[in-house]
């Protein structure tokens, strides 16, 4: 796919990753629509960044695990620029708790719902409105194939992006939108302290820890080939290879 006047919408995009993604794309052209939940000073900072590239921005907030802001948001985005080209499914978030028998129901449902069921949910209501030829890119994460020390509830809920992400490829292939995954270890964003980062990087093979803008370059791959499709894509330095 040729990025440039396409439409994107990047949940989870107003920091990290997410706004790593957004910006590589409106560095190529394309019109970025911003998902946040919270911090909309954050979120404007960041859609100031991607009209500096000449394209257009939109503010899309609204919490990924509800029904009703996802359905207004894609509204919103779809009202202003008729179709979505590229969907990037990145919001997420972890949980204090990690040992198994401390995790409570409720934390367990709410990590299920933001990282999987909000998947889920944006997909669903976007896809409607993209064409054939479409690209879709699930966030999931070295620990839904290796568990790790993040929390079960956490590694079940990526475990559920991929198995997403192979069932959704197979299912849009006739309509040639391809879907894959991005499985990130370790990411240097403002959640990691300097010594979480140190530890992390003895443990990683190629001695340090993934950068935003490493993962963003690899979706840009994805986007741009239209050949790869039901794959999860490594990116965690040799940690973890299968």
Do not use: C
Not at 75 to 92: H, Q, S
Request: glycine share 10%; hydrophobic share 45%.
């Amino acid at each position: 796919m040729e990025i440039k006047g396409k439409n994107a919408i990047v949940t989870g995009g107003r920091r990290g990753i997410g706004r790593a993604i957004a910006l590589e794309l409106a560095k190529r052209g394309a019109n970025v629509g911003i998902n946040y939940v919270t911090n909309e000073t954050k979120a404007r900072e960041t859609l100031s960044e991607i009209e500096k590239f000449g394209v257009k921005g939109i503010l899309l907030k609204g919490d990924v695990s509800k029904i009703g802001d996802v359905k207004n948001f894609v509204k919103k985005f779809v009202d202003e620029f008729k179709r979505i080209d590229i969907l990037i499914n990145n919001a997420g978030i972890l949980s204090k708790n990690i040992n198994f028998l401390d995790v409570s129901e409720e934390e367990w449902d709410r990590i299920i719902d933001v990282n999987l069921k909000g998947t889920f949910l944006v997909t669903k209501e976007a896809l409607p409105f993209m064409p054939d030829g479409g690209k879709i890119i699930n966030m999931s994460s070295i620990a839904g194939k290796m568990g790790g020390t993040v929390g079960a509830h956490y590694a079940a809920s990526k475990a559920g992006v991929i198995g997403l992400t192979f069932a959704l490829a197979s299912e849009l292939a006739k309509r040639k939108i391809t879907v894959n995954a991005i499985a990130p270890g370790p990411v240097d964003t403002e959640l990691i302290t300097e010594e979480i980062k140190e530890r992390l990087s003895k443990v990683t093979p190629l001695g340090r820890i993934a950068t935003p803008e490493e993962i963003a370059k690899t979706a840009l791959f994805l986007i741009e080939n239209d050949f790869v499709d039901g794959e999860v894509i490594d990116v965690n330095g040799a940690r973890y290879m299968d």
